[in-house]
């Protein structure tokens, strides 16, 4: 981008990472120092992890300021970790997201950032499934699968006519994010529907863009049965709030929470409409320690 390049803040949640984060982090340090004009900071928003993952990232911390973490004991999902992160948009022009398995390179993270140079788009998301795209190591056949099911899935019910909604990697506009902010509520692995469809309701536009990819060993994604009707119950879930018929549904929440619970998965989050603060039910999503190390 040019000299004048925005200040950009990405976003690594983490679950069990231990054996994995350090090298992209090491990677992604390493190539913006080195290729990116603006202000770089990069968050690992640690959640609920039971290993040495917050190890590993105060020992990159120590080698590149740019680095720093917030640490969530609580198991606030994926999705959860990433509202969390999402907070802080007000710190950078840009915000962003990536895996922490590294799936995603450094350049093609770039790519994402440059694609927003266009002023009038408000969101770039990396695209395994348009031309151009270059894909390394294909997921297993189960999970392309289930991956192409549950995008059919979520065509049927918002009809967004974006090819690859789950692919880890996406930029965003601080205003943008500040807007739809209080909308995302998916703590789950739907959570990348929940922002997208709530970036196009808000009228944003978002541009999808052909990425290097590589499917990772190690991934603590189970797709099962139990998953499969987690996330379907999530994109049934985000279809009624954006339906007339919602704010009939508030007695029902006990029983949402109930089946949430049954399957394992993390609890949806409540934005309280006068603090602009979120919670899930049931668990306590405060951080217990946050590294906030000026740069």
């Not at 395994?128 to 899935?153: C, D, K, M, Y």
């Not at 902010?181 to 944003?204: C, I, M, P, W």
């Amino acid at each position: 981008m040019s000299a004048f390049a925005p200040s950009l803040l990405l976003l690594i949640p983490a679950y069990n990472e231990e054996n994995r984060i350090g090298p992209v982090l090491e990677d992604y340090a390493d190539y913006f120092g080195q290729h990116y004009a603006g202000k770089f900071r990069l968050v690992v928003v640690l959640n609920g992890c039971r290993d040495n993952t917050l190890g590993v990232v105060q020992q990159a911390e120590q080698r590149h300021p740019c680095i720093t973490h917030s640490e969530f004991t609580g198991a606030i999902g994926k999705g959860g970790a990433l509202i969390e992160g999402l907070k802080l948009a007000p710190l950078a022009d840009l915000i962003g997201y990536v895996d922490a398995d590294g799936a995603t390179p450094p350049k093609a993270f770039h790519d994402l950032v440059r694609s927003l140079e266009t002023p009038s788009v408000a969101c770039a998301i990396a695209s395994r499934w348009i031309p151009g795209a270059i894909v390394h190591h294909f997921q297993p056949e189960n999970r392309r699968f289930a991956s192409r099911l549950f995008h059919l899935f979520v065509e049927l019910f918002f009809r967004m006519r974006i090819l690859d909604t789950q692919c880890g990697a996406k930029v965003i506009r601080r205003h943008a994010v500040e807007i739809i902010h209080e909308r995302l509520t998916l703590a789950d692995l739907a959570f990348d529907v929940n922002l997208l469809y709530s970036l196009k309701q808000a009228g944003f536009a978002i541009r999808e863009v052909a990425t290097e990819w590589s499917d990772k060993s190690g991934s603590k994604v189970v797709f099962n049965l139990r998953t499969s009707l987690n996330m379907l119950l999530s994109l049934i879930r985000l279809r009624l709030i954006y339906s007339p018929f919602y704010r009939w549904l508030g007695p029902l929440r006990p029983v949402e929470a109930w089946i949430y619970t049954q399957l394992r998965a993390p609890q949806p989050i409540w934005h309280d409409k006068h603090t602009g603060a979120g919670a899930q039910a049931g668990v306590e999503s405060k951080p217990d320690s946050t590294n906030s190390r000026s740069q």
